[in-house]
């Protein structure tokens, strides 16, 4: 059938959604971190986040179960350790996380490209420019927690304005 995924994309699109719920829960830990420190519009933000990336994970999902494939999906993942001192430090984590995420979904685009796969090509042109927003959207906020960090307890005033950034 032509419409199916080879082996290999298969492989890279169930690392790729693993990948997804992986962060979703990585924003759902960052989220209780800003709360237990009362920073409500950080937790808001990445909750929301956190969602969102959950969204993605399903999308890729879903596109796997269009094209007919069988594979396991969801697998264990290893936590890590989670050892942040200033709202800046989780910024500066989200922000490593989403350039690795950039990274693996170019290269996906890469291999549905070499393989011809232009269906699975086209829908990841979606998660490319997400990736875009997402990137720039948490490089801005982490540009400005380490900015108002240095003000020494300015970080609480602009906590109430993090909740409106985009993701």
Same mark, same amino acid.
């Given at each position: 059938?032509?419409?199916?995924?080879?082996?290999?994309?298969?492989?890279?699109?169930?690392?790729?959604?693993?990948?997804? #719920?992986?962060?979703?829960?990585?924003?759902?830990?960052?989220? *209780? @971190?800003?709360?237990?420190?009362? +920073?409500?519009?950080?937790? &808001?933000?990445?909750?929301?986040? $956190?969602?969102?990336?959950?969204?993605?994970? *399903?999308?890729? +999902?879903?596109? /796997?179960?269009?094209?007919?494939?069988?594979?396991?999906?969801? &697998?264990?993942?290893?936590?890590?350790? +989670?050892? #942040?001192?200033?709202?800046?430090?989780? @910024?500066?984590?989200?922000?490593?996380?989403?350039?690795?995420? $950039?990274?693996?979904? *170019?290269?996906?685009?890469?291999?549905?490209?070499?393989?011809?796969? +232009?269906?699975?090509?086209? #829908?990841?042109? @979606? #998660?490319?420019?997400?990736?875009?927003?997402?990137?720039?959207?948490?490089?801005?906020?982490?540009?400005?927690? =380490?900015? /108002?960090?240095?003000?020494?307890?300015?970080?609480?005033?602009?906590?109430?304005?993090?909740?409106? =950034?985009?993701?």
């Amino acid at each position: 059938m032509a419409m199916r995924l080879s082996e290999r994309m298969l492989k890279g699109l169930v690392t790729q959604a693993n990948r997804e #719920f992986a962060n979703s829960n990585l924003y759902l830990s960052m989220s *209780l @971190w800003f709360q237990d420190r009362e +920073f409500p519009g950080s937790a &808001q933000w990445c909750r929301t986040h $956190s969602e969102e990336e959950r969204r993605h994970g *399903l999308m890729i +999902f879903d596109h /796997i179960v269009k094209r007919r494939a069988k594979g396991a999906l969801v &697998q264990a993942i290893p936590t890590q350790p +989670f050892n #942040f001192h200033a709202p800046s430090d989780i @910024w500066k984590s989200a922000l490593e996380e989403e350039q690795k995420n $950039s990274i693996a979904i *170019l290269d996906l685009v890469a291999q549905a490209r070499e393989e011809n796969d +232009f269906t699975t090509d086209n #829908f990841l042109q @979606w #998660f490319v420019k997400e990736q875009l927003e997402e990137e720039s959207a948490v490089d801005d906020i982490l540009t400005n927690a =380490k900015e /108002i960090e240095k003000t020494k307890g300015l970080y609480r005033e602009y906590d109430s304005k993090v909740v409106y =950034k985009e993701h």
